[in-house]
């Protein structure tokens, strides 16, 4: 709880520019996103699919795993005082990271979706399972940031490579494409991304029978799992070395 509220300090600042740009920046990017669809490709308004909706439901979530799992990277150097003090974990620094980046962006696809839908006349189709969806991406996330913030804890340079790679992620995560109009080939390659499967979940609750979808959920929980393991063994593994 401290170090929930530690955070939300450190990522805001004491005035309200910070939370006001949460907002801003996912809601900016998404609009120029779907107006570069609509100049390229015509939009999703013929799947009767309003293509704002579609790219702020697409980018927010990976907006949300982009932040995650980048500060991660410095995580452990931003919070090494508090390491010599026994009761407090590197889990217990990721967990509140994680969730502080997590319900940000939720708060800000509640507001961002719910008045869009107002005005577009557009409800989503099944809330609980887009939720889920969202919970399952976040969980991913988190399992890969406990993963980086151990590497770059225990391996020069790493934090310099992950800012960039977690943008050369979004190509391939299926977060701006829908899967059902990809290729059969390319499709198939791109759901051997876990990703890919988290985000056709987010749609699927979003939209329903107005597109098609593609993940499977053993995969999902089974990506989510191991992960999360390898992440917590990570940071287990490189805690003696931060208290020597």
Known sequence: HALFFREIQTRFGRSGMGFVWLFLEPLILAVCIAAAKIVMFGGTER???????????????FFAFRAIVSRSAGAVAGNMPLMFHRQVSMVDVMAARSALESMAVLGVLVVILG??????EFAPNDIPLALLGLLLLFLYAHGLAMLVAAATAGIEGVERLVHPLTYMMLPISGALIAL???PQRLREWILWNPQAHFHELIRDGFFGDKLRTYYDWDYMIGAVLILNLLGLAALRAVRPHLEA
């Open 47 to 61: 799947l009767g699919i309003p293509t704002v909706l579609f790219a702020i439901v697409g980018y927010a979530p």
């Open 180 to 182: 059902d109009t990809m």
């Open 115 to 120: 008045g869009g839908a107002w005005l577009m």
